[in-house]
């Protein structure tokens, strides 16, 4: 029997019109063209800065950079730049990002992928504390998930319809803005009705 030679056709054409400009924030990754927001939020979901980066950025790479954008005023003075504490999901436990969290005095609730603590068996070193205490801690987390689903409540904003990534960062800082001035006064108007 004789067996049929590979297909000798066209390149794949996923690049058919070249490489998206790099002030789209437009990059490919599994799903397709995409663009990634990169977000951290206080506990009460309100967006306290974010990044935009094309699809395929790791997460892990663009911790640091997205916390450093935090700038909260405090009244007088300058405005608040560190948080107590960050809690996030597997794809951050990097040694990069931890270790500068512990420099900045920042404590952290992020699990082990389960990759790390094999390694981290196999080799020593200290371990990561994730007990009871830490998992309870963890169940916060979904905030930061309601602040993306409240966000993305503007069409816009979940459909990436803009081209370039100034107006669709225009947009998310429009909605993070009202969802800051809805949740502030709403919070006040009944704390004084009770």
Not at 40 to 57: E, H, M, N, S, W
Not at 135 to 163: P, T
Request: charged share 30%; net charge positive.
């Amino acid at each position: 029997m004789q067996r049929c030679p590979a297909p000798q056709g066209a390149q794949l054409n996923y690049k058919k019109f070249g490489d998206e400009p790099p002030d789209h924030a437009i990059g490919r990754s599994r799903g397709g063209l995409t663009t990634k927001n990169h977000l951290v939020c206080d506990g009460k979901g309100r967006a306290l800065a974010f990044i935009l980066t094309p699809g395929q950025a790791a997460d892990t790479s663009m911790m640091v950079a997205t916390l450093e954008q935090i700038r909260v005023p405090a009244g007088r003075g300058r405005p608040r730049t560190r948080p107590d504490r960050v809690m996030a999901d597997k794809g951050y436990p990097s040694k990069a990002n931890r270790a500068w969290l512990r420099e900045r005095g920042i404590a952290t609730t992020i699990p082990e992928r389960e990759d790390q603590i094999a390694h981290r068996r196999r080799r020593r070193g200290r371990p990561i504390d994730f007990g009871d205490e830490q998992r309870e801690r963890y169940k916060g987390r979904n905030v930061v998930e309601r602040c993306f689903n409240k966000l993305k409540q503007w069409r816009g904003i979940a459909m990436r319809s803009d081209k370039t990534a100034r107006n669709y960062h225009a947009g998310l800082c429009l909605a993070s803005t009202l969802h800051w001035l809805t949740s502030t006064s709403g919070g006040g108007i009944e704390a004084r009705n009770q």
